[in-house]
C-alpha cells in the first residue's frame, strides 16, 4: 500500500508528494493502482513511439513531448481546457463544489471524463519518461566527458614528464660541456692568452667573443 502520510508518494511522478492534504479539500480519487514500486516501471523508451525532441537551454517542447509519446493533440486540449476551468474558479471554492463544477461542465459540453483523466495519467507518465531519458543521456554525456577529462589528464602529465625530463638533459649538457670546456682551456692557457686572441682573429671560422659586433674595427677590444 502507499505511504499514508500523502496521497502522492505514487510511481513515476503521478502526484506531487504532500506531507499534508490541504483542509477543505478532499484527496482525489485513485487514477489506478499507482503505487507499485518504482523498479516495476517500464524502461523510459516504451513511454515513446517516436525519439522525443531534446530540451534545448532546459527549454522543454511539451507538445512535441506528448506527441512524442502518441498523445493526440485533440486528447491534449481536452486536459489543457480542464485546466483552464479550474483556473478560472475562485480559490476558496470547495474542493466537492469545485469538482461538481467541473464535471458538470464537462459532461454538458459532451467531454469523456474518464479520457481527460487517462489522458492526464499519460502526459505525467510521459514526463516523467522525458525525465528519465534526460538523466539517461545527462549521465552517458558526464561518464563520456569524464573519461575523456582522464585522458587529457594523462596526456598533460605525459607532457610534463617529457618536459622535466628534457630540462634535466639540458641541464646535464651543460654540465659536460662546461667541463669540457675547462679540459680545452687549460691547452690554450698553456700557449698565453695573447697567441689565442691572434689565432681567433687570423681564423675564418672563429669569433672573437670579446671582439666589436659587425662592421667594427676588428681591433681586440
Same mark, same amino acid.
Given at each position: 500500500?502507499?505511504?499514508?502520510?500523502?496521497?502522492?508518494?505514487?510511481? *513515476?511522478?503521478?502526484?506531487?508528494?504532500?506531507?499534508?492534504?490541504?483542509?477543505?479539500?478532499?484527496?482525489?480519487?485513485?487514477?489506478?493502482? *499507482?503505487?507499485?514500486?518504482?523498479?516495476? /516501471?517500464?524502461?523510459?523508451?516504451?513511454?515513446?513511439?517516436?525519439?522525443?525532441? /531534446?530540451?534545448? &537551454?532546459? !527549454?522543454?517542447?511539451?507538445?512535441?513531448?506528448?506527441?512524442?509519446?502518441?498523445?493526440?493533440?485533440?486528447?491534449?486540449?481536452?486536459?489543457?481546457?480542464?485546466?483552464?476551468?479550474?483556473?478560472?474558479?475562485? /480559490?476558496?471554492?470547495?474542493?466537492?463544489?469545485?469538482? !461538481?463544477?467541473?464535471?458538470?461542465?464537462?459532461? /454538458?459540453?459532451?467531454?469523456?471524463?474518464?479520457?481527460?483523466?487517462?489522458?492526464?495519467?499519460?502526459?505525467?507518465?510521459?514526463?516523467?519518461?522525458?525525465?528519465?531519458?534526460?538523466?539517461?543521456?545527462?549521465? =552517458? *554525456?558526464?561518464?563520456?566527458?569524464? &573519461?575523456?577529462?582522464? !585522458?587529457?589528464?594523462?596526456?598533460? =602529465?605525459?607532457?610534463?614528464?617529457?618536459?622535466?625530463?628534457?630540462? !634535466?638533459?639540458?641541464?646535464?649538457?651543460?654540465?659536460?660541456?662546461?667541463?669540457?670546456?675547462?679540459?680545452?682551456?687549460?691547452?690554450?692557457?698553456?700557449?698565453?692568452?695573447?697567441?689565442?686572441?691572434?689565432?681567433?682573429?687570423?681564423?675564418?671560422?672563429?669569433?672573437?667573443?670579446?671582439?666589436?659586433?659587425?662592421?667594427?674595427?676588428?681591433?681586440?677590444?
Amino acid at each position: 500500500m502507499a505511504d499514508k502520510k500523502g496521497w502522492g508518494t505514487t510511481v *513515476l511522478g503521478w502526484f506531487v508528494v504532500q506531507d499534508e492534504q490541504p483542509s477543505g479539500d478532499p484527496p482525489p480519487e485513485p487514477v489506478a493502482d *499507482l503505487a507499485a514500486p518504482a523498479a516495476a /516501471a517500464p524502461p523510459p523508451a516504451t513511454f515513446f513511439v517516436t525519439p522525443p525532441p /531534446a530540451a534545448s &537551454s532546459g !527549454q522543454v517542447a511539451f507538445d512535441k513531448v506528448f506527441e512524442a509519446a502518441g498523445i493526440a493533440a485533440e486528447e491534449r486540449d481536452r486536459v489543457g481546457k480542464t485546466r483552464d476551468l479550474l483556473a478560472t474558479l475562485p /480559490a476558496g471554492t470547495d474542493g466537492a463544489i469545485k469538482k !461538481q463544477i467541473v464535471e458538470a461542465s464537462l459532461k /454538458a459540453f459532451g467531454v469523456p471524463i474518464d479520457r481527460i483523466i487517462e489522458t492526464g495519467a499519460a502526459e505525467i507518465q510521459a514526463l516523467e519518461g522525458y525525465i528519465r531519458v534526460g538523466d539517461s543521456d545527462t549521465q =552517458a *554525456l558526464l561518464q563520456e566527458s569524464e &573519461s575523456r577529462i582522464r !585522458q587529457f589528464e594523462e596526456e598533460v =602529465a605525459r607532457i610534463r614528464t617529457v618536459m622535466a625530463a628534457r630540462v !634535466q638533459e639540458q641541464q646535464a649538457v651543460v654540465r659536460a660541456c662546461n667541463e669540457q670546456k675547462l679540459g680545452v682551456q687549460q691547452v690554450l692557457e698553456f700557449f698565453g692568452q695573447e697567441a689565442v686572441a691572434r689565432v681567433v682573429r687570423e681564423s675564418p671560422r672563429l669569433h672573437d667573443p670579446n671582439g666589436p659586433p659587425a662592421g667594427g674595427s676588428g681591433q681586440p677590444a
